[in-house]
T-cell receptor, first 118, second 116 residues
C-alpha cells in the first residue's frame, strides 16, 4: 500500500480564494511527522508546514494551515488568500519514528499541481 | 545564512561514464539526505548520513551508487557505469538532529543528471 496518497491530478483556484490540497497517509507507527513542501518550476523543494502525530492542535504557518484528522489518516493543506506565486507542485511527505530521536527518510506522495488564476 | 548547495546544477554524461554529485549542507546540520526525483514523481529516498556514517542506505538502487561524507559535512554521491535510467534530478537535504524535534529537511536546488 502506498504510504502517502495524493490523488488530485491538478487543482485550479482563483486568486485570493482559499484552496485545500488533499493528502492521506498509511502507517502503523504511532510516532510520525507530516510535512508539506512546495516545488515551483525552478525545482527547489521549499518547506511549508509540519505536523507531529502527537500535536494536539493543527499546525499553522502564515497563509498555510494543516487540517490534521488523525483517525482518518489525512493531512490536508489549506492555503488561504491564494497568490499567483502559489502556482507550483505541492508534495505531502511523512517521516515515521519521529519521536525516537532518530532522523529517518521522508516518504513523498506524487504531488499535486496547483494553478492560481488571476 | 547559506542554504544547501548542490553542484553541478546540470550534468550531461554518456552511458557508461562515472559521475560525482556534490552536496554542501547547511552549517551545523549533522544529518544529510540524498533523494532522486524522476519527472512527474515525488522524490525517492536514496541514503541518509548522520555525521560521517551512512545510517540508512536502503534506497540505493544497486551497487553502482555510492555516497560518502568523510568529514561529516560535504557529501558526494557517486554513480558508476551510468545508465540512461539514471537520468533524474538528484536532491540533497540536510537537517538538525534534535531528539523529538521536527528536524525539518531543507533541500538544495538539485542536480539534473542526463545520461545520453
Amino acid at each position: 500500500a502506498q504510504k502517502i496518497t495524493q490523488t488530485q491530478p491538478g487543482m485550479f483556484v482563483q486568486e485570493k480564494e482559499a484552496v485545500t490540497l488533499d493528502c492521506t497517509y498509511d502507517t502503523s507507527d504511532p510516532s510520525y511527522g507530516l510535512f508539506w513542501y512546495k516545488q515551483p518550476s525552478s525545482g527547489e523543494m521549499i518547506f511549508l508546514i509540519y505536523q507531529g502525530s502527537y500535536d494536539q492542535q493543527n499546525a499553522t504557518e502564515g497563509r498555510y494551515s494543516l487540517n490534521f484528522q488523525k483517525a482518518r489518516k489525512s493531512a490536508n493543506l489549506v492555503i488561504s488568500a491564494s497568490q499567483l506565486g502559489d502556482s507550483a507542485m505541492y508534495f505531502c511527505a511523512m517521516r515515521e519514528g519521529a519521536r525516537t530521536g532518530a532522523n529517518s527518510k521522508l516518504t513523498f506522495g506524487k504531488g499535486i499541481t496547483l494553478s492560481v488564476r488571476p | 545564512g547559506a542554504g544547501v548547495s548542490q553542484t553541478p546544477s546540470n550534468k550531461v554524461t554518456e552511458k557508461g561514464k562515472y559521475v560525482e554529485l556534490r552536496c554542501d549542507p547547511i552549517s551545523g546540520h549533522t544529518a544529510l539526505y540524498w533523494y532522486r526525483q524522476s519527472l512527474g514523481q515525488g522524490p525517492e529516498f536514496l541514503i541518509y548520513f548522520q555525521g560521517t556514517g551512512a545510517a540508512d542506505d536502503s534506497g540505493l538502487p544497486n551497487d553502482r551508487f555510492f555516497a560518502v561524507r568523510p568529514e561529516g559535512s560535504v557529501s558526494t554521491l557517486k554513480i558508476q557505469r551510468t545508465e540512461r535510467g539514471d537520468s533524474a534530478v538528484y536532491l540533497c537535504a540536510s537537517s538538525s538532529s534534535t531528539s523529538g524535534g521536527p528536524n525539518i529537511q531543507y533541500f538544495g536546488a538539485g542536480t539534473r543528471l542526463s545520461v545520453l
